[in-house]
């Protein structure tokens, strides 16, 4: 029985991406087992690369013969499981609090949210609902990093150093933007648990050191200067390895849409809610310590909302 799915946001290049291989037996990497049957445009007017895209992947959906229909409630009514994939994390909140009561699966594409205190109450939201919800950016499963991380005969993961683009957009706060592909890198490795962060900017770079509370350091640079490839060095007790995470010839949202599509079959999300929120305090402890120098505890980011 093919899952019906449903799309929220029809704002990003992943539209298309997964419902090519969603739809199409001839695609290299096709997953079987889904289709997109209905979507909710969205859009954010204030967000350039929102707003731009939605028309042109509206038309191709149509083209594919998704209904398209006016609310993201009215997707979640028709469908099994949803891909939130609105751009904007801005908006998912409230995208989301539409859907929860529904009690479908959900995937919420990154960010999950902007702040700390959205994140929370997505969570908050899907615990009341008894909603099987998940997140995650396609890096956390690049099909090179998971070939490093098969290397287990040699020794506990000591640390990991994380490396890719950096660029910033204002409406989405410094790493919420790009930053957080690293940053899911980084906890793919070293899971839940990082205590505080600090970080040194630029104009060019910028460095974020995360301290986890067993005492592993894990490192992230960012680049909006120099190569834009995403590459990671995994420190184990008996060495070190470094992968070109680009180099690898499968690419990155086949990884993830096997991982996204697993969890609709079996209700299991692959990466726990908390370990998502914890993500999106982290990052807001790199933001603020981007703008004043200082190291930044996660519960005090926490606090202070």
């Not at 099909?143 to 490396?163: K, S």
């Not at 899971?191 to 970080?199: D, I, K, R, T, W």
């Not at 050191?209 to 590459?231: E, S, Y």
């Not at 370990?275 to 926490?302: C, K, P």
Request: hydrophobic letters at 40%; a negative charge; one cysteine or more.
């Amino acid at each position: 029985m093919t899952m019906k799915i449903g799309m929220i946001g029809l704002d990003t290049s992943h539209v298309q991406i997964f419902a090519d291989m969603l739809h199409n037996p001839e695609h290299p990497y096709h997953i079987p087992g889904g289709r997109v049957v209905a979507a909710y445009p969205g859009g954010s007017p204030d967000f350039g690369l929102s707003i731009t895209r939605v028309e042109s992947y509206t038309k191709l959906l149509v083209g594919e013969g998704v209904e398209i229909v006016d609310s993201p409630a009215e997707v979640a009514r028709l469908v099994d499981a949803v891909m939130l994939e609105s751009v904007d994390g801005r908006v998912h909140l409230a995208q989301f609090r539409e859907i929860a009561p529904h009690s479908k699966l959900v995937f919420v594409d990154k960010p999950f949210a902007v702040t700390g205190s959205d994140a929370e109450e997505i969570a908050w939201l899907a615990e009341k609902h008894g909603v099987t919800v998940m997140s995650s950016s396609s890096l956390r499963y690049a099909q090179g990093l998971e070939n490093l991380l098969a290397y287990t005969e040699e020794g506990p993961i000591l640390g990991v150093d994380c490396a890719g683009p950096l660029p910033l957009e204002p409406t989405q706060p410094g790493l919420f933007w790009y930053g957080i592909h690293c940053v899911e890198m980084l906890y793919r490795v070293l899971g839940s648990g990082c205590v505080s962060v600090q970080a040194a900017a630029t104009v060019q770079h910028d460095v974020i050191t995360g301290m986890w509370q067993d005492g592993r350091i894990g490192t992230i640079r960012g680049n909006r200067a120099g190569n834009g490839r995403f590459g990671i060095t995994v420190h184990r007790e008996q060495r070190s390895r470094f992968v070109d995470l680009m180099e690898h010839p499968k690419p990155y949202y086949a990884s993830l849409l096997e991982q996204v599509m697993a969890m609709f079959e079996t209700g299991e999300p692959g990466v726990p809610v908390r370990e998502t929120v914890e993500i999106v305090r982290f990052i807001e402890a790199a933001n603020r310590s981007r703008e004043t120098g200082q190291t930044v505890r996660l519960d005090e980011v926490r606090s202070a909302v």
